[in-house]
């Protein structure tokens, strides 16, 4: 692919909670700023792409582990190396002694071509700088607030100890309270670059054919629906409602285009507004294309952006 990319993907949030800390609530910085990581973004993308039958590498995958001390078996997440083997039906990945072989084979996994990888296992050390490079995706709506919702369990808990909690068999006369943290509502946004000269040394080394217009396709086929897609039960509120693909010659740069976003909520209609408009004004003779997706039954669109394509995300056919 012989141009590059820049652009924005958003992420609204309704009663749920698109990217949790280890407290269980949604990320913070340490000024209570409201954030996504690219993790966040990133796994429903990979879920997607593995649904579809495409070669994921790097998503959690499982295995049955026996104890032979313990004679017993359990479920357990694969290793990298164990991960690769299964991926690439290898049989010892410590006893390919080639590295190149290893970089073919990781190159051809669609996670690996568009987000780059760390791979340091069985004496391969490689680190690959992807051409999709994803920023942090900070919510832009200013009235966020998380809320704990309490959950009873239909179990009672087993463990419990206090006999005043037992009945007259010394059982647990109580069920379980667990808790359920949503956002009442978020609207976050990703600032993201492809660079398909990422991978010009792996060009000219053999091991892959670069960054392709067809490996941007399906990036952004998947970009554009799979939060939407992702449907678990702490994400079942989370969509997709703004994707902006700007298409540029190789030597233009353009800057974090997420911090000329803004959100404002409104009576009727949300607005998203944009503010890159005179910036891309000064670079039209270097633009090949300008198109923006969102959510038209939700959301209005402002802000002068000359030459730009609407679309619906949800059907995808233009406005």
């Known amino acids: 692919m012989k141009k590059r990319v820049y652009g924005v993907l958003g992420i609204s949030s309704i009663m749920s909670n698109w990217n949790a800390d280890f407290s269980g609530f949604p990320k913070t910085t340490s000024d209570g700023s409201v954030f996504g990581s690219d993790k966040a973004l990133k796994y429903p993308m990979k879920k997607m792409w593995e649904d579809e039958g495409e070669k ?14 313990k004679n017993e078996t359990g479920v357990v997440p694969r290793s990298l190396k164990e ?8 049989e010892d990945l410590s006893k390919i002694k080639n590295t190149e072989e ?14 780059g990888a760390t791979f340091a296992e069985a004496g391969n050390n490689i680190s690959i700088t992807g051409a999709v490079q994803i920023g942090q995706g900070f919510n832009k709506y200013a009235d966020t607030v998380a809320e704990e919702q309490q959950i009873l369990s239909p179990f009672r808990d087993a463990t419990k100890d206090k006999k005043d909690d ?10 379980t309270i667990g808790s359920k943290i949503v956002s009442n509502e978020a609207h976050y946004f990703y600032p993201f670059a492809i660079n398909p000269l990422a991978y010009k040394g792996y ?7 670069g960054y392709t217009e067809e490996d941007y396709l399906k990036f952004k086929k998947t970009a554009l629906v799979a939060a939407t897609a992702y449907a678990t039960n702490s994400k079942i509120g989370c969509e997709n409602e703004l994707a902006i693909f700007i298409v540029t010659e190789l030597d233009t740069y353009l800057p974090n285009l997420s911090e000329y976003v803004y959100f404002e909520k409104r009576e009727g209609k949300n607005e998203i507004r944009l503010e890159f408009g005179e910036l891309l004004k000064e670079l039209m003779d270097r633009i090949e294309s300008v198109e923006i997706y969102y959510n038209p039954y939700t959301t209005e669109i402002t802000g002068n952006v000359e030459g730009t394509t609407m679309y619906n995300i949800f059907t995808q056919k233009e406005v």
């Open 166 to 175: 037992k009945d007259e068999k010394g059982e647990a006369k109580n069920s």
């Open 203 to 209: 060009v000219e080394m053999g091991v892959t054919n």
């Open 83 to 90: 991960r690769y083997e299964q991926l690439f039906n290898v």
């Open 56 to 69: 994921v590498l790097y998503i959690k995958s499982l295995k049955v582990s026996k104890d032979e001390k």
């Open 102 to 115: 290893v970089l073919r084979n990781i190159f051809t996994a669609i996670d690996v071509k568009n987000f």
